[in-house]
């Protein structure tokens, strides 16, 4: 009988081993190196040795103008991309809500960049950024706005602005479906409830939809940030950084540090500020949403 219960209770752990040796193949180990290698002047080629330098790759990170400057830009990214992202999807979550022939439609409509390579729109949207693309064409052939020659790749700021609008638009769709599927949990007898007592639509939707799909919106908040931080590929392909690393983020510099200068322990130190700061920034997310719904609550 101990043997049948020892076999039942191994039988968990028995389906989550592949999963896990994948983890910590593919994951951990790779995360524990980096860890390491921070703190060396790792060499890959020749046979020198790897040099042990402590903290000063980390000094040198916080000493380091390009550093902030990478810093900033993730920074301006994360905050331009979130809040639409999160506005959006939720308006749009709310539209399409209700049953109707269209709605199907509209789900793959508006999911379909989610799903859509970051590679192939990542050059579609260099395409329609660049001196003869759409946006040019659109601003100042049709609506007069500028000559139409402006030079959006290459300048910090505008930029910038190519890059957050291709992130707004591929991640609207996966924010609309976690706000979609948490309005299905909304109690239809709250609703009917506040409709009864008076409540207008605003506040039905303030009193009763918002508070019950509140851990829905920690989730995207926290899973957004993290996204916008994480900014690798679109940077990559549209500026490659430029012009003269002016729209770096810290992805991208470090991967210009590790494999372009092979600067490994360089990269791998910005890669763990990196992962610290995100992690205490999920923190602080997570407890400022629990503390006011606590409030909210009360």
């Known amino acids: 009988m101990s043997r049948?219960?020892?076999?039942?209770a191994a039988t968990p752990y028995l389906f989550l081993a592949p999963g896990l040796v994948l983890f910590a193949v593919t994951v951990l180990y790779p995360t524990l190196q980096a860890f390491q290698m921070s703190f060396f002047d790792w060499k890959i080629v020749g046979s020198a040795t790897s040099e042990f330098l402590g903290l000063d790759n980390y000094a040198r990170a916080f000493t380091d103008d390009h550093f902030w400057l990478a810093l900033s830009n993730s920074g301006i990214y994360m905050v331009l991309t979130v809040a639409p992202q999160i506005v959006i999807g939720l308006g749009l979550a709310l539209l399409i809500q209700k049953k109707s022939p269209t709605q199907p439609l509209f789900r793959v409509l508006f999911y379909l960049p989610v799903v859509t390579s970051w590679v192939v729109v990542s050059f579609l949207f260099k395409f329609l950024f660049s001196d003869g693309g759409l946006i040019n064409f659109a601003l100042g052939d049709l609506?007069?706005?500028?000559?139409?020659?402006?030079?959006?790749?290459?300048?910090?700021?505008?930029?910038?602005?190519?890059?957050c609008a291709?992130?707004?638009?591929?991640?609207?769709?996966?924010?609309?479906m976690i706000f979609l599927a948490a309005l299905q949990g909304v109690p239809q007898a709250l609703i009917e409830a506040a409709n009864m007592d008076g409540a207008n639509r605003w506040q039905r939707f303030k009193v009763v939809t918002v508070p019950a799909i509140w851990p829905a919106i920690l989730f995207v908040t926290v899973m957004l940030v993290i996204g916008g931080f994480n900014v690798f590929i679109s940077v990559y392909l549209m500026t490659g950084g430029g012009p003269a690393g002016r729209t770096d983020v810290l992805l991208t510099y470090m991967y210009e540090q590790a494999f372009n200068n092979l600067d490994f322990g360089y990269g791998s130190a910005i890669a763990v500020i990196l992962t610290i700061m995100v992690f205490m920034l999920s923190v602080v997310q997570m407890k400022v949403f629990r503390d006011r719904n606590g409030g909210g609550a009360q």
């Open 4 to 8: 049948r219960r020892a076999a039942t």
């Open 143 to 163: 609506l007069h706005v500028t000559n139409g020659d402006t030079a959006w790749l290459a300048d910090r700021w505008t930029g910038l602005i190519a890059i």
């Open 166 to 176: 291709l992130g707004v638009w591929k991640g609207i769709g996966w924010s609309m």
